[in-house]
Structures are given as structure tokens and as C-alpha cells.
């Protein structure tokens, strides 16, 4: 009964968020489409990072891949389709080079995906200057109320496959991996297909996000899609709605879209000195993020009314 009600409630929540395309104003649909996209983003970085212990800093190496294909498909396949394709084909490309990034671990690998995210984009500069282009604009997009339906979507899709694999015999593999992955290579956990296959999927959205931003931005430029900031932001909201489920996500992202139009409207020159701020302050004392915190304190809570 439980369960019936909470997805009832949750369809109901995500009826009435599509039906504000229609009545909400500009403004408030530019901010709804950022907290879907980061929703969208912090998801697929718990598949693969919050369940691993993989931790990427290049995350959006996927984002830029995603968005620069589909310029390039821009104009020759309906928009959608574009979309994704642009998916799909940076899905098989995280497949492809999966294997050898994987076998890095711990510290290196961090090192190693954030080196990966700016290879990739100085590979796309280097192509791009090769054809005389210094930016890509995008002419004729979607208005911005159906681009806030689409990620809408993408967000939905991207919490509904956390939370399943959260609870699926591959998440517990993938977690297996984060507590000790010799251990779990021991007991016959498949650790090298598994860990490949969620970064397959960590990468498959994120490009599908990109895809959307582009047509959001009107414009691509390699410097912007492949930005450093875009990955340290989602870690930074992952680390704060903490968790390895999809819950977490939907309060840090949730929590900082806020403080960030908070901030950028009062204090625009401080603002990555207090986001580097909060996100001390959350490693230090409440590792397990405002998810955590909250859970924490309502098992206190229940023990002291018993």
C-alpha cells in the first residue's frame, strides 16, 4: 500500500511539473530546466561513482561528447532522433574505452578522468580549428517550454534507473566493488563487466543532456560544453544530497539550484568560494550528506520517543 501511494504520489509531482511548461514564466522554466539537467547529471555520476567509489572529476566528458555530436547531426536528422543518437553514440564510445580507464583505481582514476575529460576537448578544438570553425550556433531550436519537457524526462529516467539499480542484483555487485573489489573478484562478482556496463550508462545520459543544453544555449563552443565547473558541480551535489541512491541527488541538486540563484543574485564574486566552502564543511561533518543527516536524526528521533 505504501508503495502505491508513493508512486502515485510521485506521478502526480511529475504531472504537475510537465504542466507548468504551459504556465510558468519564463524565467522560472529557465531555473526548473538547470535542476532537471543537474538532476539528470548528479544520477548518472551515483551510477557509476556513488556505487563504485569510482570517483570521476571528468563527468562532463560525457556532457560535451554528447552535445558536440549532436551539432554535428544538427540539421540532418530531426531533433529528436539527434538526441538520441548523440546518446548512443557516446554510450558505445564510454564502452569502448571503459575497459583500459577501469583498470585505474582509487586516486589515479580521478586523476585520470578529469585528464580524459580535457583530452577530449582539446581533441574536438584541434578538430574544430581544422575546419576553420571557432563555434557552432544552433538555429531553430525547440522553444524552451517542450526543451523543459525533455529534460524533464531525461531527469525522471535518470532517477527511476538509479533507484532500480539501487535495489538490483547489479547494484549490489557495483557496491560490492566500492567496499572491497578483490574481495568481491574472490566470491565471483564479475567486477570488470560490471563496472564497465555503469559506465556505459553514466556516460549515456549525460550526452543526452548535453544534446538538450546545446539547443538550450543556442550556441556550442568546446571551452563551454567540456567546462571543468560542470563536473565539480555535480560532484559537489551528489557529495551533498549524499547517499548512493536516488534520493541523495534530488536534495543536493535540489538545495543548490536554490543557493545558487541565491547567490548569483546577491553575491556573484563569492560564489564558488562558498560552494567550495559548503562542500568542506559537508565532507567534514555530515559525510553522509543532508540524506544522512536527515536519516540520522530521525533514528535518534524514534529512539528517544521509545
Keep these: 500500500m505504501n508503495n502505491s501511494l508513493r508512486l502515485i504520489g510521485t506521478a502526480a509531482v511529475i504531472v504537475i511539473l510537465a504542466s507548468l ?15 532537471f539537467m543537474y538532476i539528470a547529471l548528479a544520477q548518472s555520476w551515483i551510477i557509476l561513482s556513488g556505487m563504485t567509489g569510482y570517483i570521476s572529476l571528468g563527468h562532463v566528458v560525457f556532457f560535451g561528447s554528447g552535445a558536440y555530436v549532436f551539432v554535428l547531426l544538427w540539421g540532418l536528422v530531426p531533433v529528436w532522433l539527434g538526441v538520441a543518437l548523440s546518446g548512443l553514440v557516446v554510450g558505445i564510445g564510454a564502452l569502448m574505452i571503459g575497459y583500459p580507464v577501469l583498470r585505474v583505481r582509487g586516486p589515479y582514476f580521478v586523476i585520470l578522468s578529469f585528464g580524459l575529460a580535457e583530452l577530449v576537448k582539446n581533441l574536438v578544438l584541434i578538430n574544430e580549428a581544422r575546419m576553420y570553425m571557432s563555434l557552432r550556433p544552433v538555429f531553430g531550436a525547440p522553444p ?5 519537457i525533455a529534460m524533464l524526462v531525461l531527469a525522471v529516467v535518470a532517477t527511476a534507473l538509479t ?11 557495483l557496491r560490492s566493488i566500492r567496499e572491497d573489489e578483490w574481495a568481491a573478484e ?20 549525460p550526452a ?5 543544453f546545446i539547443m538550450r544555449s543556442g550556441i556550442f563552443q568546446p571551452g563551454d560544453a567540456f567546462n571543468p565547473i560542470v563536473s565539480f558541480t555535480i560532484v559537489t551535489m551528489a557529495i551533498i544530497g549524499g547517499s548512493d541512491d536516488a534520493a541523495g541527488p534530488l536534495l543536493g541538486v535540489a538545495f543548490l539550484v536554490i543557493l545558487q540563484e541565491l547567490l548569483w543574485a546577491n ?3 563569492i560564489y564558488m568560494i562558498l560552494l567550495g566552502g559548503l562542500l568542506i564543511g ?15 536524526n530521525l533514528s535518534r528521533s524514534k529512539k528517544n520517543a521509545a
Excluded: D, H, N
Design 21 to 35: 511548461s504551459g504556465l510558468a514564466s519564463e524565467y522560472m522554466l529557465g531555473i526548473g530546466f538547470t535542476l
Design 144 to 148: 524552451l517550454a517542450q526543451l523543459y
Design 163 to 173: 533507484y532500480w539499480i539501487r535495489r538490483s542484483r547489479f547494484g549490489a555487485g
Design 186 to 205: 574472490t566470491i565471483g562478482v564479475p567486477a570488470s563487466r560490471l563496472k564497465l556496463i555503469a559506465f556505459a550508462l553514466s556516460g549515456l545520459i
Design 208 to 212: 543526452m543532456v548535453g544534446a538538450i
Design 267 to 269: 553575491w556573484p564574486e
Design 282 to 296: 559537508f565532507v567534514l561533518f555530515a559525510p553522509g550528506g543532508i540524506l544522512g543527516w536527515c536519516s540520522k
